[in-house]
């Protein structure tokens, strides 16, 4: 059985950082493309950022600079560190694994980001 976990979501102040980390199981980690996507209220699911195989990463624009992720093949995590976090940042944040070249992808259940004073 398939399973994405997220977890370190939570309220922070703009200005402040949080850690963001999925653990999977149930799949070869190491094949997959790993991204978090983010959904906000009325608006529709975007990549945040990914991360290859190989270790080669692409950021939105809008959090360029500000978040980083990375992966950890031996313990089948993917981490997003965000700083420098601002309101509009607030989402649902959602891990996602694919396979490349094929129809296999995966979901985590999400972890809210809420950046407020």
């Known amino acids: 059985q398939v399973q994405l976990v997220e977890s370190g979501g939570g309220l922070v102040q703009p200005g402040g950082s949080l850690r963001l980390s999925c653990a999977a199981s149930?799949?070869?980690?190491?094949?997959?493309?790993m991204g978090w996507y983010r959904q906000a209220p009325g608006k529709q699911r975007e990549l945040v950022a990914s991360?290859?195989?190989?270790?080669?990463?692409d950021y939105v624009d809008s959090v360029k600079g500000r978040f980083s992720i990375s992966r950890d093949n031996a313990k089948n995590t993917v981490a997003l560190q965000m700083n420098s976090l601002k309101p509009e940042d607030t989402a649902v944040y959602y891990c996602?694994?694919?396979?490349?070249?094929?129809?296999?992808?995966?979901w985590g259940q999400g972890t809210q980001v809420t950046v407020s004073p």
């Open positions: 996602n694994g694919k396979l490349p070249r094929t129809t296999y992808y995966y």
């Open positions: 991360i290859s195989s190989g270790g080669s990463t």
């Open positions: 149930g799949i070869m980690f190491s094949r997959y493309v």
